[in-house]
């Protein structure tokens, strides 16, 4: 018989959703970044009370420069090292895990499937931990848009979204990511993630645009249970990650 066997991030980050009701990660692109800076931003964010680090960005990075940037972060924390490719090329054999998604509006096949089946042989070759994850980008205007070849959903359409959501959890998908893309002004908006939250019965992370403790904790309020972070930490430093986890800690 089988049966359903999560893996040890994926047990940890339910874990700590269920102790502190809603969670941080912080998202470093290693675009242009040294193993050094890596280091020292993945510390900070750790410090801060980020819970586990993501890799990955929307723009290409060789292979050597992301190995160089992932092995310098896990050797300095102890918090998970979650790979967030945009393609094959973003897939590390130094991380702990990886989110195994699917770009759900992509007109492309290649970012539904394609794609995903190149990169499956690499993950079982190096042992990372696969977490299945729907990846929904909302509104126009970002580099994963570009990319990606999205349709992007609109962001006052939040039925749509929410639908795309419990597609990605009826075709066995154990997270929901709601994406406004890297640099957006504003998050996605409330009525949206609400829509979201209400119709899923699985995690659901929200990122984009996500720059304050106020921006993060109304984010968490209208139903994200993990908020990722990333450029905030490129500008604005450790500090503000802090601000950000104490207030969706607060609020729970």
């Known amino acids: 018989m089988y049966r359903l066997v999560r893996g040890k991030v994926e047990s940890y980050l339910l874990n700590e959703i269920g102790k502190y009701g809603k969670i941080q990660l912080t998202l470093i692109d290693p675009e242009g970044l040294d193993g050094e800076t890596?280091?020292?931003?993945?510390?900070?964010?750790?410090?801060?009370?980020?819970?586990?680090?993501?890799?990955?960005?929307?723009?290409?990075?060789?292979?050597l420069e992301l190995?160089?940037?992932?092995?310098?972060?896990?050797?300095?924390?102890?918090?998970?090292?979650?790979?967030?490719p945009n393609n094959v090329s973003g897939i590390s054999r130094y991380a702990d895990a990886i989110w195994f998604m699917s770009l759900l509006n992509s007109f492309d096949p290649y970012f539904l499937i394609g794609a995903q089946m190149l990169g499956a042989p690499l993950v079982k070759r190096y042992g990372l931990e696969p977490i299945p994850m729907g990846y929904i980008v909302i509104?126009?205007?970002?580099?994963?848009?570009?990319i990606g070849h999205v349709k992007p959903i609109p962001p006052d359409k939040?039925?749509?979204?929410?639908?795309?959501?419990?597609?990605?959890?009826?075709?066995?998908?154990?997270?929901?990511?709601?994406?406004?893309?890297?640099?957006?002004?504003?998050?996605?908006?409330?009525?949206?993630?609400?829509?979201?939250?209400?119709?899923?019965?699985?995690?659901?992370?929200?990122?984009?645009?996500?720059r304050s403790g106020e921006q993060a904790r109304v984010v968490a309020e209208a139903g994200a249970d993990i908020i990722v972070t990333g450029t905030v930490?490129?500008?604005?430093?450790?500090?503000?990650?802090?601000?950000?986890?104490?207030?969706?800690?607060?609020?729970?």
């Open 67 to 84: 190995n160089e940037v992932v092995k310098a972060i896990k050797s300095s924390v102890n918090i998970p090292v979650i790979l967030f």
């Open 139 to 146: 509104g126009e205007g970002s580099a994963v848009s570009l």
């Open 233 to 252: 930490i490129e500008k604005e430093g450790s500090e503000k990650i802090g601000e950000i986890v104490r207030s969706i800690r607060s609020g729970v």
């Open 38 to 63: 890596a280091s020292r931003m993945a510390r900070e964010a750790e410090a801060a009370g980020s819970t586990g680090i993501m890799v990955g960005g929307s723009t290409i990075v060789s292979p």
């Open 158 to 210: 939040p039925k749509i979204a929410a639908a795309y959501a419990l597609a990605a959890q009826y075709l066995g998908m154990r997270f929901v990511y709601l994406e406004a893309g890297s640099g957006a002004e504003k998050p996605i908006p409330v009525e949206t993630i609400t829509a979201a939250r209400k119709i899923l019965d699985i995690p659901l992370i929200v990122g984009g645009g996500i």
